[in-house]
């Protein structure tokens, strides 16, 4: 169940859904070795509410749908360039960095503070699940997300030659959170400053090449043609673990 647990790990400080975790599993690369049917399911959610590496907590509302937008897709194959064809889908995740918090907990979450964690309901102190797929779904549906612990995000972001000891800035963790959360996707430099972290140019380019530094992201040059025919030369962000030359 190690893919499992890297998906809700991935997902970042924000959880992942349980509809979430089906999609993200369903395109996981390379392939998730079970059929998600609802015997499936059922079985990957008992392992999930015993591991204890996993909390569960209850947000305010309803998680909005996530979808994957595949960017690569709209790559013509004879010039490299991404031709534009559709919006950015709408930001599920919005930034809200938690900072200096006492506990050591790093990354972002826009209901850090309203979350209210059930954990106990689910399961036992001795890792018994208490609810089924089907009792949790009824219960809570999509207000209900599960989060990795600190030290099993941090690894997942920093992959197996990372150094677990390294300790980043609040905002740098965070943008790193945001390059595990898109997978094999990354992220543009531009969009990071522009629409999701919404800082200054050369703030954002600090604190990239902090990262770079340390090894733990890759950079590739992407441009993009977009609908008004205007073209946009940015750099492609990702996970040392999800590089692919391109």
Known sequence: MDAV????????LDGIS??????????????????LDPLS???????????????????????????????????????GIHEMRQAEPQDVYPVSVVTDDPTGVQGSCLFFKERVDVSDQIRSADLRALLTLEQVQTRWGERLVMVASQEVRYRA?????????????????????RLGRARWQGE?????????????????HYLRRKLDRNGLIT???????????AQQHSLLLLLKRFHVDR
């Open 188 to 204: 543009l430099q531009r969009d990071l400053h522009t629409r999701i972290f919404r800082m200054d140019a050369g703030k954002m």
């Open 157 to 177: 972001l920093i992959g197996p030659e990372g150094n677990p000891e390294l300790k980043l800035p609040d905002l740098c963790y965070c943008i790193l959170e």
């Open 41 to 79: 399911q059922q079985f990957i959610w008992t392992c999930v509410s015993r591991t204890d590496e996993i909390r569960f907590y209850l947000l305010p509302e309803n998680r909005r749908t996530v979808t994957i937008h595949d960017r690569f897709v709209e790559v013509d194959r004879n010039t």
């Open 219 to 229: 950079l590739q040059s992407h441009v993009a043609r977009l609908p008004s025919g």
């Open 5 to 12: 647990l890297d998906e809700v790990a991935l997902e970042g």
């Open 18 to 35: 349980i509809q979430t975790l089906w999609l993200r599993l369903r395109s996981r690369q390379p392939e998730f070795g079970l059929n």
